[in-house]
T-cell receptor, first 114, second 115 residues
Framework: EAQVTQNPRYLITVTGKKLTVTCSQN?????MSWYRQDPGLGLRQIYY???????DKGDVPEGYKVSRKEKRNFPLILESPSPNQTSLYFC?????????????FGPGTRLTVL | DQQVKQNSPSLSVQEGRISILNCDYT??????FLWYKKYPAEGPTFLIS?????DKNEDGRFTVFLNKSAKHLSLHIVPSQPGDSAVYFC??????????????FGDGTTLTVKP
């Protein structure tokens, strides 16, 4: 089944404790992206990757890191999480970052930083 | 500066009637627009899209209209069904420039279709 998977689905952590949210897609998509969803703010793009080893900042990259060493994986790293990073996170992928391709989203990761 | 806005946080309609969801954008360089639907505890799923060179795209019960001069698009659902109850996100992107990887989403509109 074609899908985007994220792990963990739920995470409660404390301020300053480094964490990684994994994202994997099995559709051989070139493009991957991370979003956060907050009440009243919709989906905001954190980082995106047009292809392996190519990443770029979205609208809210502060406090986050990403890497794209393999085509299928695009982990989101919070080196020192803070309470304002409490949010619902979505990973997405598409065939290409250019053109008219729609994105396929993972099920989301709900992160709480205490 | 929010470049894509959905000014109605919620909309309630009766089953069988038309649902109209609106979206406004500010950047005239956006050339592709998409609507996504999101159920609770799931990720958004693609619904329908439209290129800036068109003014209408139809797919079954769903039609998207684009008014470039007004920088406005709308999603029409006819007839509305209870299963359409979800959050709808409008998104805008550039297809072939240096910002092609960026996607900008609106805040979302929660649609409730009453039986």
């Amino acid at each position: 089944e074609a899908q985007v998977t994220q792990n963990p689905r739920y995470l409660i952590t404390v301020t300053g404790k480094k964490l990684t949210v994994t994202c994997s897609q099995n559709m051989n998509h070139e493009y991957m992206s991370w979003y956060r969803q907050d009440p009243g703010l919709g989906l905001r793009q954190i980082y995106y990757s047009m292809n392996v080893e190519v990443t770029d900042k979205g609208d809210v990259p502060e406090g986050y890191k990403v890497s794209r060493k393999e085509k299928r994986n695009f982990p989101l790293i919070l080196e020192s999480p803070s309470p304002n990073q409490t949010s619902l996170y979505f990973c997405a992928s598409s065939l290409s970052g250019t053109g008219t391709n729609e994105q396929f989203f993972g099920p989301g990761t709900r992160l709480t930083v205490l | 500066d929010q470049q894509v806005k959905q000014n109605s946080p919620s909309l309630s309609v009766q089953e069988g009637r038309i649902s109209i969801l609106n979206c406004d954008y500010t950047n005239s360089m956006f050339d592709y627009f998409l609507w996504y639907k999101k159920y609770p505890a799931e990720g958004p799923t693609f619904l329908i899209s439209i290129s800036s060179i068109k003014d209408k795209n139809e797919d079954g019960r769903f039609t998207v209209f684009l008014n470039k001069s007004a920088k406005h698009l709308s999603l029409h659902i006819v007839p509305s069904q209870p299963g359409d109850s979800a959050v709808y996100f409008c998104a805008a992107k550039f297809t072939f420039n240096t910002n092609a990887g960026k996607s900008t989403f609106g805040d979302g509109t929660t649609l409730t279709v009453k039986p």
